[in-house]
């Protein structure tokens, strides 16, 4: 089965800029389907803070982005905040018919 | 603004059915698809399949063999059922809408489902 990868972890300093990196396919990012990003804090429900590789829902802070490449995106927080400690999970679709989920990031600030 | 609501039986042996059902209020249940998540403890997230209000199904190939969705319209329903359980279906599953390929926040509450004998 295809898999998303994804860094184990990365850490960074309160207000630094942190990249995660998640590294598929051409049976799913590199066909062309897009890329989506959830936050799971400590203990609760995954949510969803990019859509469409690039978009953000209403109510998710500026200093996440995401941007995507041929078979990879890369979600950027910029002005790393201690709340922002959390699991992190890439996303997209696979030809063969499969929502497809990231191996997962755990960011940790310092 | 849509409420996801989940619950079912937490605690099974090995070799029983798994049945969660979900309920959607405050959104329109005909202009979604309807996924199944879980996570094992300490683990990343698996999508496990999703359904229409006309009851499309599509399920990872993976579990699609244990694997039953179905639907309510009359209630704003949707359900999973997951056969011969094993220890290795111990997971929080969670009930999501999805739309192009995205799983839209909020998704439901979450429901631990431990296997055990």
């Known amino acids: 089965q295809s898999v998303l990868t994804q860094p184990p972890s990365v850490s960074g300093a309160p207000g630094q800029r942190v990249t995660i990196s998640c590294t598929g396919s051409?049976?799913?990012?590199?066909?062309?389907?897009?890329v989506h990003w959830y936050q799971q804090l400590p203990g609760t429900v995954p949510k969803l803070i990019i859509y469409g590789n690039t978009n953000r829902p209403s109510g998710v802070p500026d200093r996440f982005s995401g941007s995507k490449s041929v078979t990879s995106a890369s979600l950027v927080i910029t002005g790393l905040q201690a709340e922002d400690e959390a699991d992190y999970y890439c996303q997209s679709y696979d030809t063969s018919g499969l929502y497809l989920f990231g191996t997962g990031t755990t960011v940790t600030v310092l | 603004q849509v409420h996801l609501q989940q619950w079912g039986a937490g605690l099974l042996k090995p070799s029983e059915t798994l049945s969660l059902t979900c309920a959607v209020y405050g959104g329109s249940f005909s202009d979604f698809y309807w996924s199944w998540i879980r996570q094992p403890p300490g683990k990343g997230l698996e999508w496990i399949g999703e359904i229409n209000h006309r009851g499309t199904t599509n399920y990872n190939p993976s579990l699609k063999s244990r694997v039953t969705l179905s639907v309510d319209t009359s209630k704003d329903q949707f359900s999973l059922k997951v056969s011969s359980v094993t220890a290795a279906d111990t997971a929080l599953y969670y009930c999501?809408?999805?739309?192009?390929?995205?799983?839209?926040?909020?998704w439901g509450q979450g429901t631990q489902v431990t296997v055990s004998s």
């Open positions: 051409n049976s799913n990012i590199g066909a062309g389907y897009d």
């Open positions: 999501a809408r999805g739309h192009s390929h995205i799983l839209w926040s909020p």
